[in-house]
């Protein structure tokens, strides 16, 4: 096998070229992401829906019906940056964006916040939170973290993305 030079600005592939190769690239990383989260039981969308019903009853509790239908799901596939999972109210009608973090395991089991999580939670910072449930396949348990997220956990990349010079 030969080696080639890397990609630079002089010897960059001609424009059709790239872009059929990003959608290919594109399409596998949502297969190849679609099918990690099915391998996951009980984790994704259906942490999501666990806590928008909360929200339901959180407001229907403090007597805001008003503010229940307020409540939305925030579509992934529509927003070109998606700034939460939930959009929701607190019972004074404040705007709560709630990111939703769901595993199987226990309250300490790691999990995966990208950068444009946190930079929402940085610009947001009254508004947004993350739920995260745990133990959701057994006996489901949450609680919420409020921004800076680096005061309670510990942030480690686990993923770089390698533009060329």
């Avoid at 705007?95 to 199987?104: A, G």
């Avoid at 916040?113 to 940085?122: G, I, K």
């Avoid at 057994?138 to 942030?155: D, G």
Wanted: glycine share 6%; with cysteine.
């Amino acid at each position: 096998m030969r080696f080639l030079p890397p990609p630079t600005h002089s010897n960059a592939r001609p424009l059709p070229e790239i872009g059929g190769m990003a959608a290919i690239a594109k399409k596998y990383q949502e297969v190849r992401c679609g099918r990690a989260r099915r391998a996951q039981p009980g984790s994704g969308k259906a942490g999501e829906q666990r806590v928008l019903a909360h929200e339901r009853v959180a407001l229907l509790s403090a007597g805001r019906t008003d503010l229940v239908n307020g409540i939305c799901w925030v579509p992934t596939s529509t927003a070109t940056r998606p700034t939460c999972d939930i959009r929701s109210f607190d019972a004074d009608d404040r705007n709560r964006l709630i990111e939703v973090k769901t595993t199987n395991g226990w309250e300490r089991t790691p999990f995966h916040v990208t950068r444009n999580e946190l930079t929402v939670a940085d610009e947001r910072r009254d508004e947004w939170c993350l739920v995260r449930l745990w133990n959701f396949a057994r006996e489901p348990k949450a609680f919420e973290l409020r921004p800076p997220l680096e005061a309670r956990v510990s942030l480690v990349a686990t993923s770089f993305q390698a533009n060329f010079l």
